[in-house]
């Protein structure tokens, strides 16, 4: 019988299976959330709809960019392995803690409190019921995927399935619907504000398309990642972009662009007047549905990246097992889950914990998503021979586009947000001294390399060799 502390990820996702966890990830509560917001920064009903698509563009630009690293570089590690490759294992061990501590766990910590907020109104459990209610379900979550792959996956596909059910529910019934009269056209915003409000209103829209990165965590247990990625990336962005482009045009048919920002609940008061108080129930229903979908693949997801920060730090090697029973990183899922809850007890503390995750993340994030759009030029650099299985188009001017957003998005991060941001890059900055642990003397011997990379530079670190990688 084959040692599970010694197993590695298996090739077990198809392609349907990978675009499943994909949408999941990314059609989350944050369409039901982020339309008032962002029909409030622009001034006519054309332009709404533009910024839905531009926002979609702008993530197909980024899963091009995702797909030639992925497809060149599959690995359970998703960018923690593309950034080891491009800039040394000091940088992609930051990561690594910057993923774990803030990025990741952060996530699943807002995501844990918007779930808690709807299920607190169907069942209160008194002033702290959000924060109790998404501490519990980070527990359940976190328990089906130690379970295994197998039952996160199954799980993953039932929830994302009702989740498009109810989506494209709310899509009918609002073509079908008709248009709310007598809402207060809002004042016009004057010139000068006009750019800021688009900008903001750009921001909302990535927010909530946001997600679809954590799909680089799959190449190592997706059936030949080199050739499916591409087909993941594009498959899964094009019906995340129709998905939410329908329904914002739904919304739109039937409370029109004031509407719109007057609404504090878009969803729930377009199917009050399409469906009745029965189409309340179904949002209802539909936004718990999409907190479930997106957490359970955020944790599914979420536990790759430590098993790939246990692989390379000799004092976090614990965290580098894969369970082979469950064929799942169970120690990556514990301690994961384990940071999640203290996050959530930092945000039951303030006023609003979703905002305070979400101030929390994004300037982390961003700055992250940067350096990794940044890494294809340096691995083709650096690799100027190699053959790549998918090659992003119109390079260089496709991943330029992608850097310049990623830069727009951290910018408008910082300027934005709140304190909580502050604590976020004050915790990055703690994590610095991870860096040295990776200076330890290591007992090459004790560990069969898992990762190599020629490098034209000896300074550079070269980290071990993985299976599909290049000599």
């Known amino acids: 019988m084959a040692d599970s502390r010694r197993s590695e990820p298996q090739a077990q996702l198809s392609v349907f299976d990978a675009v499943v966890i994909m949408v999941g990830l990314v059609v989350g509560i944050g369409i039901f959330r982020t339309p008032s917001i962002v029909a409030s920064g622009v001034d006519s009903e054309w332009m709404f709809i533009l910024v839905w698509v531009l926002g979609g563009l702008v993530t197909l630009i980024g899963a091009l960019c995702y797909a030639e690293l992925c497809a060149a570089h599959p690995h359970a590690g998703g ?60 527990l359940v979550l976190t328990a089906v995927n130690i379970a295994g792959t197998a039952a996160g996956k199954n799980l993953q596909i039932v929830v994302t399935l009702i989740q498009v059910a109810a989506m494209l529910a709310i899509i009918v019934f609002g073509f079908l619907g008709t248009a709310e009269p007598g809402v207060a056209a809002a004042p016009p915003l004057p010139p000068s504000e006009q750019a800021a409000a688009l900008g903001v209103a750009m921001i909302f829209v990535l927010l909530t398309y946001g997600g679809w990165n954590d799909t680089a965590y799959l190449g190592g247990e997706l059936k030949d990642a080199p050739r499916n990625m591409a087909k993941v990336l594009t498959m899964g962005t094009a ?53 479930i979908s997106t957490l359970n693949a955020s944790i599914f997801t979420g536990a790759r990246v430590f098993y790939a920060l246990g692989r390379d730090v000799p004092a976090l090697r614990w965290l580098g097992v894969w369970n082979g029973r469950g064929r799942t990183p169970a120690n990556g899922q514990i301690v994961q889950a384990v940071l999640a809850l203290a996050l959530i007890g930092m945000g039951a ?123």
């Open 349 to 471: 503390i303030t006023r609003d914990g979703f905002k305070a995750m979400v101030d929390y993340t994004a300037p982390v994030f961003w700055l992250f998503l940067f350096m990794v759009s940044l890494s294809l030029f340096v691995l083709r650099w650096r690799l100027p021979g190699r053959e790549l299985p998918f090659k992003v188009p119109l390079y260089p001017l496709t991943p330029a586009a992608f850097c310049l957003a990623s830069l727009y998005m951290l910018y408008a991060s910082v300027v934005h947000t709140g304190a909580s941001a502050l604590v976020g890059l004050a915790v990055l900055l703690a994590g610095v001294p991870v860096l040295w642990l990776w200076r330890q003397p290591r007992q090459a011997a004790a560990q069969p390399p898992t990762h190599a990379l020629a490098a034209p530079d000896a300074a550079v670190f070269h980290p071990p060799h993985t299976p599909g990688d290049p000599p």
């Open 79 to 138: 960018e923690y392995h593309f950034l080891s490759r491009a800039y040394g294992r000091p940088l992609a061990m930051l990561f690594g803690w910057a993923r774990c501590t803030v990025i990741q766990t952060g996530s699943i910590a807002l995501v844990a409190f918007l779930l808690g907020d709807y299920l607190a109104q169907v069942v209160p459990l008194g002033p702290h019921g959000p924060a109790l209610y998404a501490a519990l379900a980070v």
């Open 239 to 291: 019906l995340l972009v129709t998905l939410y482009v329908l329904a914002n045009m739904a919304l739109l048919s039937v409370l029109g662009l004031d509407g719109l920002r007057a609404s504090d609940a878009v969803a729930a008061d377009m199917m009050r007047l399409a469906a009745g108080p029965s189409g309340e129930i179904l949002v209802t229903l539909a936004i718990v549905v999409a907190a």
